[in-house]
């Protein structure tokens, strides 16, 4: 699975598609995937893990269980009622976008997705990292920031730089609020400050928990505090293939 | 010579922010690094204090 990476995606498309994209809904669908589910994956607790599901990665990817989250047909299906709802093409669209990015993303770990449900559940799995959801939160943060998985939420991050200026107050209220209906609704409920929040608030969090994950899992966390750069690492995490 | 003078100011004050938001993750990370509705309330106080710090929008 993927962290960081689903809250900075919807940026990066933002400012590369342009008012093409409503970023609200696109961070929506790169969230839907795993909104009802990751809590049930990991289970309770931080330091101490325990477990909820008898089989988390079965639940969370694979089908039975709520694997078809994570497929282009239930982006697509979501889409569709956001339409239906709503009349508007923009948010299905930028829905559907981040969802399908969500899904490309967890198809770079070691169970990935399947890309062809319901016709298939033929599993789509890249390897570059190990999958670690079924170890619980903490371990998991420890082994995805030291794995190939980290580097990837850091491309994103040094990707972004470049696009700095969507962050400031005069490019939002000259691109983003005109280009999105969702922001003019807003607008009639709450504040420019409460919008602002809304509008920044999953990439600062990106920044600050990459920088921040990379701090803790290598200088303040005991538990294999190492990287393992290597294709599906870390290595001592037990592999995990797609479920049966 | 202004507006570089700003931009610094902003640049400034914008890594201050994420500074505090990273010693708060890396001190106790199941308060702050588990999603992003726990960096919200940051994100509003120092999105509220810029113009009273910086002095301008």
């Given at each position: ?160 730089l470049r696009y700095w200026r969507m962050f400031t107050v005069t490019y939002f209220r000259q691109e983003i609020v005109p280009a999105d ?20 608030t999953s990439a600062f969090f990106g920044y600050a928990s990459i920088i921040g994950w990379y701090i803790w899992a290598l200088g303040v ?14 290595h001592w995490l037990p592999r995990q293939g797609p479920p049966d | 010579m202004r507006p570089s003078r700003d931009r610094v100011r902003h ?47």
């Open positions: 699975m993927s962290w960081a990476a689903h809250d900075l995606e919807p940026y990066l498309l933002r400012a590369k598609l342009g008012g093409r994209i409503s970023l609200v809904f696109c961070l929506f669908g790169s969230y839907s995937p795993d909104i009802l589910t990751k809590w049930a994956v990991y289970g309770l607790g931080w330091s101490t893990h325990e477990a909820l599901l008898s089989d988390p990665v079965r639940f969370h990817r694979g089908w039975p269980g709520a694997g078809f989250t994570h497929t282009p047909f239930y982006g697509m299906l979501i889409a569709g009622v956001i339409l239906l709802i709503t009349r508007k093409k923009l948010w299905a669209v930028s829905y559907l976008i981040g969802a399908v990015a969500h899904d490309l993303s967890d198809a770079l770990d070691s169970v990935g997705i399947m890309p062809f449900w319901p016709i298939s559940d033929w599993f789509l799995h890249l390897d570059l990292w190990e999958y670690g959801g079924e170890i619980g939160r903490r371990k998991d943060a420890v082994a995805y920031y030291t794995s190939l998985g980290g580097l990837w939420d850091a491309f994103w991050a040094i990707w972004l209906p969702f922001w003019g609704w807003l607008q009639r409920w709450t504040s420019e400050t409460v919008m602002l929040t809304v509008y920044r966390n005991q538990f294999h505090p190492h990287l393992d750069w290597t294709p599906g690492g870390p | 640049i400034a004050y914008w890594l201050t922010v994420l500074a505090v938001a990273v010693i708060l993750g890396v001190a106790a990370p199941q308060f702050f690094f588990l999603g992003f509705w726990e960096m919200a309330p940051l994100v509003f106080a120092a999105s509220w204090l810029a113009p009273k710090v910086l002095g301008r929008r």
